[in-house]
């Protein structure tokens, strides 16, 4: 299977939206290749399509916050968005931008095989939570074809809504657990130690 390096070079060539012709840089996504978990958020900002990489400004650091939080770095995740190139004006991202982009993110997905996915904010979560709402499932996982998916709120929310804070900070405490079980029941049955063995010689 061709690596990721490979699909960005495919993705950065893309030009299925219009807003492909608006962007300074394409946001592909970045992190471990072999990740345990992979983060989707929305959409490329500002700072972001200045430099071609995800969360890199205000809502990136909080990110990083909460990934400290529970001792992981950026490097140890993928961060991805469920578009790579930014909307103009930072607007919602269209229905047909979201679908034109997501076999870029599937085929991210396919290539890290991650254990969990974490969706940050509403178009993530649309995706594999269809019809449900964040306020009620934010902090909840869901296991699907062998894939955890565990929605949380958008770290850009908690910068405008400061009571999401707690929320976000409280819902990634839950990740290591939920890691631990999904790697747990992954691992086929060890059988019970034998009892120790008498041994007859002395
Ligand atoms: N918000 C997102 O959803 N993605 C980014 O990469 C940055 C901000």
Known sequence: MPGLTDLYKEIALCRKCEIARSRTKVVPGEGAENADILFIG??????????????????????????????????????????????????????????????????QIQ?????????????????????????KIHGTAQTVNGVTYFAMYHPAAALHQGNLRQDLLRDIQKLPAILDEVKRSAQPETPEPAEPQQLSMF
Request: charged share 20%.
């Open 111 to 135: 290539q890290i095989s991650p254990k969990i996915i974490v969706t940050l904010g509403r178009y993530s979560m649309a995706m594999y939570f269809p019809g449900k709402s964040i306020s």
């Open 42 to 107: 929305e959409a490329p900002g500002y700072h972001e399509d200045q430099q071609g990489r995800p969360f890199v400004g205000p809502a990136g650091q909080f990110l990083e916050e909460l990934l400290a939080s529970i001792n992981l770095t950026r490097r140890q995740v993928y961060i991805a968005n469920v578009i790579k190139c930014r909307p103009p004006d930072n607007r919602d991202p269209l229905p047909i931008e979201i679908s034109n982009c997501r076999p870029w993110l599937e085929r």
